[in-house]
């Protein structure tokens, strides 16, 4: 948008906290927190921005806001727009509650067509829904394709290698056992992992089992980590380009109720990805499951047979890891159909 619409003014908002390093991250004219959906908040975010177009991004449709707007003549969308089977959503009071901000709706892009039906449901006008995509694989792709920085290409290796992302105590707990069992069979088999949680107690109880095993730990930054047997992520914001030196990926959050992290970015540079049993709110894991790329396990018995499958054999990990890739491409395309919906709503 910023490219081809430079004349538009973009005020960027959110509402969690981890979004926020994102926001500064952007080439906006304004980025803050939502205020709560408040009738006196809504109005003053119209009276103050005056927007051409409000957009919603994914599954956070405002009611009050989007009402508000509405009556003010703003045109409302939805990019990205998901609304799973168990959402609390399309429940029979939820839908009395949400139902006039749903219809008054003009444009929703559904990331397909379960998503589709479900907005329809709920009571947007059919004519108003179309399926668009997930933006998401359109960022992953782009980001695959940007050459390494420095520090990623330093770290690469002819040795196997895993690249264990965002993981949880519940992962490690399974991930450690299945690891020492590996490399009685593949001795040169290297660990990267980077924990969900980097206080100094949770790096420093990884490095302790590392040495407890006899294996060389070295944190990403010092200069033996190009040699360690495991390499630990002390810092957030450079896990996506890591899955670049990755054979074979496992992302955590599988094990717990917190949920599944993205397995977009391994797969999108052609790493086959492991992951917990605990992912059924995930689509992008049962599609990746449903492609080949990918593999849900039970524990560490699974884990180590999938790696000893996937980082013993070249074939059988090309063959992965290019499904992987394959159901990443598919869904590229989202961002230019969003962009278009978009557009319509800006008008002229």
Do not use: C, N
């Not at 179309?130 to 290409?153: C, F, H, I, K, N």
């Not at 980077?194 to 730990?217: D, K, M, N, T, Y």
């Amino acid at each position: 948008m910023r490219t081809r619409r430079p004349d538009v003014q973009i005020a960027y908002t959110f509402y969690s906290p981890s979004a926020e390093q994102f926001a500064r991250s952007l080439d906006v004219d304004f980025a803050d927190y939502l205020p709560f959906d408040t009738a006196d908040g809504a109005d003053a975010i119209v009276d103050a921005l005056r927007p051409a177009a409000l957009v919603f991004s994914k599954l956070d449709i405002w009611p009050e806001l989007t009402e508000r707007a509405a009556a003010a003549g703003v045109p409302v969308g939805v990019i990205s727009a998901t609304l799973a089977e168990s959402s609390g959503r399309r429940g029979v009071l939820a839908r009395a509650l949400l139902g006039d901000a749903y219809r008054a709706l003009r444009r929703v892009g559904a990331i397909d067509t379960k998503d589709a039906e479900h907005f329809r449901e709920v009571g947007v006008p059919p004519e108003k829904v179309e399926v668009t995509g997930d933006t998401r694989y359109d960022q992953v792709w782009m980001r695959a394709q940007r050459p390494p920085s420095p520090l990623v290409q330093s770290l690469r290796s002819a040795r196997p290698t895993l690249v264990a992302g965002s993981t949880w105590p519940s992962d490690e707990t399974h991930l450690f056992t299945a690891w020492t069992k590996l490399r009685e069979k593949i001795p040169d088999a290297r660990l990267v992992i980077a924990p969900h949680e980097i206080g100094s107690a949770h790096l420093a109880s990884v490095e302790r089992w590392a040495i407890s095993r006899g294996l060389r730990a070295a944190r990403i930054d010092a200069r033996e980590a190009t040699s360690a047997d495991v390499v630990l992520v002390d810092r957030f914001g450079v896990l996506g380009d890591l899955y670049g030196i990755a054979d074979v990926a496992y992302v955590g959050g599988g094990f717990h109720s917190a949920g599944l992290h993205s397995v977009l970015e391994p797969a999108s540079f052609g790493a086959p990805v492991l992951f917990g049993p605990r992912h059924d709110k995930s689509r992008d894991a049962g599609k990746l499951i449903g492609a080949g790329g990918g593999a849900s396990v039970k524990g560490e018995i699974d884990l180590e047979l999938r790696l000893r499958d996937w980082l013993g054999s070249v074939l059988a990990r090309d063959l992965a890891g290019t499904a992987a890739k394959w159901m990443v491409q598919e869904g590229v395309g989202a961002a230019e159909r969003s962009f278009a919906l978009v557009s319509s709503l800006l008008g002229r």
